[in-house]
């Protein structure tokens, strides 16, 4: 079994991809697609991020790792990003 999350406890490469994604407005289904998980398994990480960050929720989760450039603006997928590659 994998130890809990607690704060302050370093993110793990599949933490920072989900939340790089719910910053790009993914709903957790379609995190869960892109990531070949599945949504529960989505909604774990998230939450394990959001502890780990001392976050309030899955938002708050983001802009903290925004601002501590666990995730940057220029690697989110934004709207007109993904609009012009469908």
Known sequence: MRSPGYYGKPLS?????????A??????????????????????RLKEAQVRLGARSRTHAVVIALRRALIRFDDLELPDQREAAA
């Open 13 to 21: 490469a599949g933490q920072i991809a989900a939340l790089r994604l």
């Open 23 to 44: 910053a790009s407005g993914y709903t957790s289904q379609q995190i869960a697609a892109r990531l070949n998980s599945t949504e529960q398994g989505i909604h774990l």
